[in-house]
Nanobody
Framework: VQLQASGGGLVQTGDSLRLSCLAS????????IGWFRQAPGKEREGVSC????????KYAQSVKGRFTISRDKAKNTVYLQMNSLRPEDTAVYFC????????????????????WGQGTLVTVSS
């Protein structure tokens, strides 16, 4: 089982980026894929996730309306489209997979995720 996150980079305030999370060794099927981020000196926080059984999504309040999560089952990939980026979005972004479909109250809780990919760094300059 492997998750490969990519798409990070250095952008300016207001710019957009699209992160990709390629899953291998399993199919998206009934899993839940989440995006988390960790800024220097801060705890990891849940950003967004998608429950692949029914495409149900959840977003952190801080990114709602700016970020969109989507999936391409044929490519076994989950995307995070990030628009209107702000300096406070600067962090290492990780994707993670839960073997089961999570309920709304647990979808952004990292403790419920079984597999983690390496991070991709997003830096937003002001």
């Amino acid at each position: 089982v492997q998750l490969q996150a990519s798409g990070g980079g250095l952008v300016q305030t207001g710019d957009s980026l699209r992160l990709s999370c390629l899953a291998s060794g399993f199919t998206l099927g009934y899993t839940t894929i989440g995006w988390f981020r960790q800024a220097p000196g801060k705890e990891r926080e849940g950003v967004s996730c998608i429950r692949n059984s029914d495409a149900s999504t959840k977003y952190a309040q801080s990114v709602k309306g700016r970020f969109t999560i989507s999936r391409d089952k044929a490519k076994n990939t989950v995307y995070l489209q990030m628009n209107s980026l702000r300096p406070e979005d600067t962090a290492v972004y990780f994707c993670a997979a839960s073997r089961s479909g999570l309920i709304q109250t647990t979808m952004l809780n990292s403790n419920y995720y079984d597999y983690w990919g390496q991070g991709t760094l997003v830096t937003v300059s002001s």
